[in-house]
């Protein structure tokens, strides 16, 4: 049984299918989730540079990134799931290194994640989260493609790790 369910969030459609994912499952097992957010600093020290523009930016990365938990989190609520939601914040830290350090304190017994399902030069230049995170823990990790292929089913294809 699953009791606590970790479920890192970013917006994406990937992501809602991962929370989609982890609502149903928490659903049915009356388990309990925590959304993780996390603003990744890096991403304004290679755009925007020093200045009042760099922490105007930063602080529209918190108030979005909260938008998307409080979304999450009023989600989970009206179907009945006990939510909680934690914005975290990077600066040199990648994000599946927050998600993993999450996992640790936290100790949930499924992380769920959508992904974007990348491969190839994307995934190379791009690097996956969800990879690192599969790699990088005990804990069993339940990855939620949000794109879909051509030959595809309806919903969304379901991958499960237990690394």
Known sequence: MYSKILVPID???????????A??????QGSRIRLVHIVNDVILENGYGSGVYATDALEVLRRAGQGILDAAQALAQREGVKAESLLLESVAESAADLIIAQA????PDLIVMGTHGRRGLARLVMGSDAESVVRSTTIPVLLVRGTLSRSAPSRSTVKASAA
Do not use: C, D, Q, V
Request: proline residues 0%; charged residues 25%; aromatic residues 4%.
């Open 11 to 21: 917006g994406s459609a990937a992501s809602r299918a991962g929370l989609n994912e």
């Open 23 to 28: 609502i149903r499952i928490a659903k049915s």
């Open 104 to 107: 640790k304190n936290w100790t």
